[in-house]
């Protein structure tokens, strides 16, 4: 077993955990940080999305040994304070739009849709509705027509 | 054409004699005794539907129109004693504990809703919970038929009305002034002298130190203030900021992570692990013991389990249905189709038969449960829409006396009719058992769609007989591998069955098809039957039972005959509806979807009806199967025919949440697409060969309507209708109908990719696929 450090939601962390154990299980069965959900661990149904270094990525499928102490990973828990407010736009969109069903997958699909808002941003275009069709993550409850509307919401005021 | 039936919420309207002054209606209730407020009402005294059981069966109308299966439940429920509570805290709160599963259907913030309208509190001072296993509410604790709505609805307005007039006498006998005088609003009772007090300040002086029984008045429709009105969930944010806790988020001390490795085929069995050491010394591991079904393994992560599961040899027993695959159980469900009794008119029939493949109810969160069973006691922790069948069952293999077993439930992420069971939990208790420590079992992903639950193959034929324009009969006779109702619903029926309006000695399943299945057109002489092959899958209701898969038969067979009469479908259906509020829903739905407007080659639209639940919904959705639409490029997904614009226009009899029911509508559209085009099991030597969700194809954004519309029709009653599962066949039937007439060619065989298999399969061993490791690789 070994210690492994990085930054989780704005903290430098250390953690001891066995090199291949997927970061999604550092994360939720030995720090108790429960926010990125898992659906599939096989990098399908995108429920356990986060960011590293502010990109969207699926830990469940990342090994905690590939994470350098450098890395800074945002879990739901900590997209907040990205922009030092008490909710992120992209969360407050979700909220207006009423968006959520069970709930389970929106954690992750507000982060893969707060990401593929800033890919758009940084890609100097406007978000379009390709760009909607190429989310992965499943909701089995079917919101993603609220989803959609909330996600160009958000962008608005990102 | 024939005079129209009775409106099914005819029957729910209330008797002029119960309503006092302003249309309100006089209920009673308990004031329990209690530190603080409490109030408790049976589900007898106030129940939602009038039990009209005894009335005889009318010979006309088929019995799921008279009474259905919500009604059955409220029937069934009614003999409990237990009660329900709407109780008041000191700090101005009240919390009701609702005796119900939430698993996303909003039914939490409905109640909320229901308790804020009559006692006049503000939402956010409401608190909702969810009530552990409680065996005297008997039957009461079973989520499922879209009946919650129904069957709440008038037993928690009553204890919350009666809440509040305690509170007004309560504060009328502090400031020596009649009641009359005083008025509420906001959680505080204000006097004529501008007196006020907030509930909390009274919570204590209200309660009462014998129960008695009292009475109040409910407020009538149109003085609902909340009731109505569009409310966001009560658990949105707890949601938006992971803060919602769900059953796999749930920390019990010492209850490690435990996965099973499971054998190859459905229900399969151990007979020895070669390995036992190895596994055990897996790092990580702290446990490895056979189970009924697997091999079970506990460790510190998931992940560690999943690694140990990589290296179990085991030699596995046969399970139930080794032999099957789809093409055996399609043959064995056409043997079992039930004869027509009408013979065909020669050139004026219609004769068809549909395919509906096993689907998966597996919902996003995997089933999980956490077991602590000790030696004379145990504790369960799991999303169970039946707790107290669970806790009496569980109890029962543990071998221990019932109450020794507390069964917690859990807030689940979905259910789709999954949580009926308590598969897992019962997992939980015999792996907790055998290894004499706390678990948290999860199934993996894979073992959801390979060993959990499905919604189970059927076949529907329909026979129709026309002549000049007439509809001469209508014959649909349905086959299914049994659908498992040992969840407890059996009881009911069997405690309630000399009540019921259906004749002879129907099976359970023939019992709830009948009650819920009803043909909405004037054809004549209408039959629909069902018969069931008793193969031993792991089956189950998935949001809805019949519905979906019989209706869309029927619609499609009803676009074909409206063909064959010259008919345009919109305008056949209106020259045969029977059912009035369909109809103008039907009548809508046309208007604002601008029916029969010109598409281009290869998109049409496409129509679906269908009443149940004491609903009634029109679909019309627009699908595009053209050749640059059907192959556009996506990776690891099924692109096919997309549903380009959907409109759902909903008569829920009362709306309570018009945004909760708009968010049911658009859910169950999307269950409807992925059963139409792209969701499916394919069953191989006893297994599915499904193992993931790239290649379950459950509707994806890629697959989903860019133009979704729900309309909801003014009120047509006093009581809601079930909603959570009323949009699915519907909008099934419209995607199956705008299919047929795009591309010319009805489809028989649901969904209508299942023919061509689109992904590679996950080996059957291990049984749960190792993670990847190139997340890394994939950052967007
Ligand atoms: S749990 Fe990570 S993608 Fe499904
Ligand atoms: S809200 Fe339930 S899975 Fe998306």
């Not at chain 2, 498992?484 to 009881?491: K, Y």
Request: one cysteine or more.
């Amino acid at each position: 077993m070994a210690t492994h450090t990085f930054k989780l939601n704005g903290k430098q962390i250390s953690v001891d955990a066995e090199d291949n154990v997927r970061l999604l299980w550092v994360l939720r069965d030995l720090l108790g940080v429960t926010g990125p959900k898992y659906g599939c661990a096989l990098e399908v149904c995108k429920s356990c999305t986060s960011h590293i270094n502010g990109k969207a990525f699926n830990p469940c499928s990342v090994q905690v040994k590939d994470i350098q102490p450098a890395d800074e990973i945002t879990t739901i828990e900590g997209l907040p304070a990205t922009v030092g407010k008490e909710l992120h736009p992209m969360q407050q969109a979700w909220l207006d739009m009423d968006v959520s069903q069970c709930g389970y997958c929106q954690p992750g699909q507000i982060m893969a849709a707060v990401a593929k808002v800033k890919q758009a941003q940084a890609e100097g275009r406007e978000l379009t509705e390709a760009d909607l069709d190429e989310l992965r993550n499943i909701c089995r409850c079917g919101t993603y027509s609220r989803i959609r509307e909330a996600i160009k919401a958000g962008a608005e005021d990102m | 054409m024939a005079e129209h039936r009775r409106s099914p919420n005819q029957s729910a309207e209330m008797a002029a004699d119960e309503r006092g002054r302003l249309g309100r209606r006089r209920v009673l209730g308990y004031l329990i005794a209690a530190p603080t407020l409490a109030v408790g009402v049976t589900w007898i005294a106030n129940s939602n539907d009038p039990q009209t059981a005894d009335a005889a069966v009318p010979t006309l109308p088929q019995p799921e129109q008279i009474f259905d299966l919500g009604d059955l439940q409220n029937l069934a429920a009614a003999p409990t004693s237990g009660l329900i509570s709407v109780q008041l805290r000191t700090d101005g709160t009240a919390y009701f504990a609702v005796p119900r599963a939430e698993v996303g259907q909003g039914m939490t913030t409905a109640i909320a809703m229901m308790v804020a309208e009559e006692l006049d509190l503000p939402m956010d001072k409401v608190s909702i919970g969810l009530a552990d296993a409680r065996p005297e509410l008997l039957m009461n604790q079973l989520t499922g038929g879209s009946n919650s709505m129904r069957s709440m609805f008038l037993p928690v307005r009553t204890a919350a009305a009666i809440a509040r007039q305690r509170l007004v006498e309560t504060a009328a006998a502090q400031w020596g002034t009649p009641a009359s005088n005083l008025t509420t609003r906001d959680g505080v009772v204000s006097g004529p002298t501008g007196r006020t007090a907030t509930y909390g300040s009274l919570a204590e002086a209200a309660a009462t130190s014998t129960t008695i029984t009292v009475s109040a008045e409910l407020k009538s429709r149109s003085e609902f203030t909340v009731l109505g009105r569009p409310h966001n969930r009560v658990d949105a944010v707890d949601i938006v900021t992971g803060r919602k806790q769900f059953g796999m988020d749930r920390q019990v001390p010492n209850a490690k992570p435990t996965m099973v490795a499971r054998p190859p085929t459905i229900n399969g069995t151990v007979k020895s692990i070669n390995n036992l050491a190895a596994v055990r010394a897996m790092p990580g591991i702290t446990d490895v013991v056979a189970i009924s079904h697997g091999v079970a393994i506990r460790g510190d992560t998931f992940g560690q389990c999943i690694d140990a599961i990589q290296v179990v040899d085991a030699t596995w027993g046969p399970g139930t249905v080794d032999n099957e695959s789809d093409a055996t159980v399609l043959a064995k469900l056409r043997a079992a189709q039930l004869p027509m009794a009408v013979p065909p008119l020669l050139s004026n029939t219609i004769d068809a038969e549909f395919v509906f493949a096993f689907a998966s109810n597996s919902p996003l969160e995997p089933d999980c449960a956490i077991a602590d069973v000790r030696p004379d006691s145990a504790e369960i922790w799991a999303s169970l829409k039946v707790p107290i069948v669970a806790q009496e069952d569980i109890a029962k293999q543990l071998g221990l006396p019932i109450h020794a077993v507390k069964v917690h439930v859990n807030q689940a992420g979905g259910s789709f009719g999954r949580h009926l069971f308590h598969d897992v939990a019962a997992e939980a208790a015999e792996i907790s058992q055998k290894m004499g420590k706390p678990v948290k079992l999860s199934w993996s992903r894979t073992d959801n769609f390979r060993q959990g639950r499905t919604h189970p193959m059927c076949t529907s034929r329909v026979r129709v007989n026309y002549l000049a324009g007439n509809v001469l009969s209508y014959e649909q006779r349905h086959t299914s591998v049994q659908t498992d109702f040992g969840h407890g619903l059996g009881e009911m029926i069997t405690s309630t069955a000399a009540h019921l309006p259906v004749a002879g000695n129907l099976s359970f399943a023939e019992t709830i098809f009948t009650l819920s299945q009803s043909s909405p057109y004037n054809f004549g002489v209408t039959t629909q039957l069902l018969n069931e092959i008793p193969l031993k899958f792991n089956t189950g209701s998935m949001r809805n039972i019949y519905s979906p898969n019989v209706v869309c038969a029927e619609e499609l067979v009803v676009d074909r005959l409206a063909a064959k009469l010259g008919q345009d479908p919109v305008r056949f259906r209106r020259n045969f509806l029977r059912d009035k509020r369909l109809l103008a829903a039907l009548n809508k739905a046309a208007e604002v979807g601008e029916w029969g407007k010109a598409m281009p080659k290869g998109m049409a639209q496409g129509v679906g009806l269908h009443a149940e639940y004491r609903g009634a919904v029109a679909a019309l959705v627009e699908i595009d199967c053209r050749p640059e639409t059907v192959n556009r490029p996506i990776p690891d997904g099924v692109s096919g025919p997309r549903v380009t614009k959907a409109l759902i226009v909903v008569d829920p009899g009362f709306c309570i949440n018009p945004r909760g029911l708009e968010a049911q509508m658009i859910g169950g559209l999307q269950d409807a697409i992925a059963l139409a085009l792209t969701s499916s099991l394919h069953i191989k030597d006893g297994i599915p060969l499904e193992g993931s969700w790239d290649n379950y194809f459950y509707t994806r954004q890629w697959n989903t309507p860019r133009d979704v519309q729900v309309l909801i029709m003014p009120n047509t009653s006093d009581s809601p209708s079930g909603a959570g599962e009323l949009a699915v066949a519907p909008a099934f039937a419209a995607v199956a109908c705008a299919y047929a007439r795009a591309t010319g060619t009805m489809p028989t065989y649901f969904p209508i990719n299942h023919g061509k298999l689109g992904f590679e399969p996950h080996p059957l061993e291990p049984s749960t696929p190792q993670s990847p490791t190139d997340g890394l690789d994939h950052t967007f």
